[in-house]
């Protein structure tokens, strides 16, 4: 089925601004998890490694069941797949205030609320996409603003919340904010295929109608029913006996036209039951060939030099340049920044210069003569360089422009889609991207954590940040290396996998 063009405008607009505060809505917390990970620390008094599992996890799960988070978009559509999760993000926040320890956070903030995010971010940016070309840049560009903008008013917000309301008064106002998720994803109306109408899902009872013609030889309709008879030799004999109720006997009995079913409805049954077992079998080996198709098309993504040094430079990015959001905070307590220095929260800081920083690439990556995946590199080495100052930062001012750039810096996940896209094409966009959120959410469930520990060994933060910027400037190299050749072995497209030997046609009702 061939989607539509992209109408790069209509209602595609539309689908920009639901996803904008779909984003919001949905990443406003778990972003600006930093604000609570200081109240879980002093409510459940557990160390800093353990505390910033819960922050990471609900950034790192959703993006570690990207796979299958795409496979649910392209088989159920981006809008019912952001209606549920509406629910699991919702419930998630709400089960949360109720939390007795550490570990009930883990599963209820960390899980649940992280696979509804995975799940919404996924969804968005697919639809997205496939709305909008040559302004794609822009439309993701866009809606990626909607979690920094909800990072930075949810930073505020919640600190309000928890000073009037307490910690579960606050998770549980949030977890209500969240339920308008459900009315921004009955608007992302699906892109309709070229011929109109998507085709319509075959019935259960037109099923056995409904055959696969393999180039390898199969047993025919014919040898599938005299198999039938010769296993069930005695079908008329049991079935007489039972009727009659003297099944003990094991005599013949008398024929009866009211008892013995006519031969005509026996045939008529075996080949129905004939036709449904060759259909079964018929369609397990179409499934087991398309599960071969698709470890064949990862494969052959990875064969392209390109995406794999970019699932390398995702992954170490994630690792170092995640702990910031999450930390900062507790970076400047640890540093003896005082209260009453503080204009702004350093969390709220991060978040509008990220949401400065995806509007502005996302519109840069739609100039033709910029190379975005060079521009991609540059935001990483840059990143990486930043996240070694941090330790020489010891006042509120050092904190806030470093805590500034790296927001901005982070907007490069407003071009990532769109590096991807250039990369593999928008016909694999569902799959690569599913694949390289999988190790991004890797990179963002061990990042905060590796950084916490360092500190809990060391009673400092300098070599968690000494760590962070080398991972994000040796991915940010690897990628320089792999993209040194002309860009355009990025755009070559990938083979395509050799068709399925499976034909269909529907057979006449019997």
């Given at each position: 089925?061939?989607?539509k063009?992209?109408?790069?405008?209509?209602w595609?607009?539309v689908?920009?601004?639901?996803?904008?505060?779909?984003?919001?809505?949905?990443?406003?917390?778990p972003?600006a998890v930093?604000?609570?990970?200081?109240?879980?620390?002093?409510?459940?008094?557990?160390?800093?490694?353990?505390?910033?599992?819960?922050?990471?996890?609900?950034?790192?799960?959703?993006?570690?069941?990207?796979p299958?988070c795409?496979f649910?978009?392209?088989?159920?559509?981006?809008?019912?797949?952001?209606?549920?999760?509406g629910?699991l993000?919702?419930?998630?926040?709400?089960?949360?205030?109720f939390?007795?320890?550490?570990?009930?956070?883990?599963?209820?903030?960390?899980?649940?609320v992280?696979?509804?995010?995975?799940?919404?971010?996924?969804a968005?940016?697919?639809i997205?996409?496939?709305?909008?070309?040559?302004?794609?840049?822009?439309?993701?560009?866009?809606?990626?603003?909607?979690?920094?903008?909800g990072?930075?008013i949810?930073?505020?917000?919640?600190?309000?919340?928890?000073?009037?309301?307490?910690?579960?008064?606050?998770?549980?106002?949030?977890?209500?904010?969240?339920?308008?998720?459900?009315?921004?994803?009955?608007?992302?109306?699906?892109?309709?295929?070229?011929?109109?109408?998507?085709?319509a899902?075959?019935?259960?009872?037109?099923?056995?109608?409904?055959y696969?013609i393999?180039?390898?030889k199969?047993?025919?309709?014919?040898?599938?029913i005299?198999?039938?008879?010769?296993?069930?030799?005695h079908?008329?004999?049991?079935?007489?006996?039972?009727?009659?109720?003297?099944?003990r006997?094991?005599?013949?009995?008398?024929?009866?036209?009211?008892?013995?079913a006519p031969?005509k409805?026996?045939?008529?049954?075996?080949?129905?039951?004939?036709e449904?077992?060759?259909?079964?079998k018929?369609?397990?080996?179409?499934?087991?060939?398309?599960?071969?198709?698709?470890?064949?098309?990862?494969?052959a993504?990875?064969?392209?030099?390109?995406?794999?040094?970019?699932?390398?430079?995702?992954?170490l990015?994630?690792?170092?340049?995640?702990?910031?959001?999450?930390?900062?905070?507790?970076?400047?307590?640890?540093?003896?920044?005082?209260?009453?220095?503080?204009?702004?929260?350093?969390?709220?800081?991060?978040?509008?210069?990220?949401?400065?920083?995806?509007?502005?690439?996302?519109?840069l990556?739609?100039?033709?003569?910029?190379?975005?995946?060079?521009?991609?590199?540059?935001?990483l080495i840059?990143?990486?360089?930043?996240?070694?100052a941090?330790?020489?930062?010891?006042?509120?001012?050092?904190l806030?422009?470093?805590?500034?750039?790296?927001?901005?810096?982070?907007?490069?996940?407003?071009?990532f889609?769109?590096?991807?896209?250039?990369?593999?094409?928008?016909?694999?966009?569902?799959?690569?991207?599913?694949?390289l959120?999988?190790f991004?959410?890797?990179?963002n469930?061990?990042?905060?954590?590796i950084?916490?520990?360092?500190?809990?060994?060391?009673?400092?933060?300098?070599?968690?940040?000494?760590?962070s910027?080398?991972?994000?400037?040796?991915?940010?190299?690897?990628?320089?290396?792999?993209?040194?050749?002309?860009?355009?072995?990025?755009?070559?497209?990938?083979p395509k996998?050799?068709?399925?030997?499976?034909?269909?046609?529907?057979?006449?009702?019997?």
């Amino acid at each position: 089925m061939e989607m539509k063009k992209s109408p790069d405008g209509g209602w595609g607009w539309v689908i920009v601004f639901v996803s904008f505060f779909t984003q919001f809505l949905c990443y406003g917390s778990p972003l600006a998890v930093g604000v609570l990970y200081i109240e879980w620390l002093d409510a459940f008094g557990e160390g800093k490694g353990k505390t910033a599992w819960v922050g990471s996890l609900a950034s790192g799960v959703g993006l570690l069941a990207s796979p299958v988070c795409s496979f649910c978009v392209s088989s159920f559509g981006a809008r019912p797949v952001t209606i549920f999760s509406g629910f699991l993000v919702a419930g998630g926040l709400m089960l949360s205030s109720f939390a007795p320890n550490i570990y009930f956070l883990f599963f209820s903030y960390g899980i649940i609320v992280g696979l509804g995010c995975g799940l919404l971010y996924t969804a968005t940016v697919t639809i997205t996409c496939q709305y909008f070309d040559s302004r794609r840049g822009l439309a993701l560009g866009l809606i990626s603003t909607g979690s920094s903008v909800g990072l930075f008013i949810y930073a505020a917000l919640q600190k309000m919340l928890i000073e009037f309301y307490g910690l579960d008064g606050c998770l549980l106002i949030v977890g209500a904010l969240a339920l308008n998720i459900l009315a921004c994803g009955s608007l992302m109306r699906p892109l309709q295929s070229s011929d109109g109408a998507l085709p319509a899902k075959p019935a259960v009872e037109n099923v056995p109608e409904r055959y696969c013609i393999y180039k390898e030889k199969d047993k025919s309709l014919e040898e599938n029913i005299n198999i039938l008879e010769k296993s069930c030799p005695h079908e008329d004999k049991h079935k007489s006996s039972f009727i009659s109720g003297d099944w003990r006997s094991e005599g013949p009995l008398p024929k009866s036209p009211t008892i013995m079913a006519p031969a005509k409805e026996t045939d008529t049954y075996k080949k129905k039951v004939a036709e449904q077992t060759y259909f079964c079998k018929q369609l397990a080996k179409r499934k087991w060939q398309l599960y071969r198709n698709y470890w064949g098309e990862t494969v052959a993504l990875f064969k392209n030099k390109v995406f794999s040094a970019l699932f390398i430079a995702i992954l170490l990015f994630d690792i170092g340049g995640f702990p910031p959001s999450l930390l900062m905070e507790d970076v400047a307590r640890s540093s003896n920044v005082k209260e009453e220095d503080f204009i702004m929260p350093l969390i709220s800081i991060i978040g509008i210069m990220t949401a400065v920083g995806k509007l502005l690439l996302g519109i840069l990556a739609d100039f033709k003569w910029i190379n975005t995946l060079y521009l991609y590199v540059a935001t990483l080495i840059i990143m990486g360089l930043t996240l070694c100052a941090i330790p020489f930062a010891k006042s509120y001012v050092m904190l806030a422009i470093l805590s500034g750039i790296l927001g901005f810096l982070t907007g490069n996940w407003s071009i990532f889609p769109y590096v991807t896209t250039k990369t593999v094409g928008i016909e694999k966009l569902a799959h690569a991207y599913g694949i390289l959120m999988f190790f991004a959410g890797l990179g963002n469930s061990l990042g905060p954590p590796i950084v916490g520990w360092f500190y809990d060994w060391t009673q400092t933060y300098d070599i968690a940040f000494y760590f962070s910027g080398f991972c994000v400037l040796l991915g940010g190299f690897i990628l320089l290396l792999a993209a040194l050749p002309p860009w355009d072995t990025c755009t070559k497209q990938l083979p395509k996998p050799a068709p399925t030997a499976y034909l269909y046609k529907v057979a006449s009702n019997v």
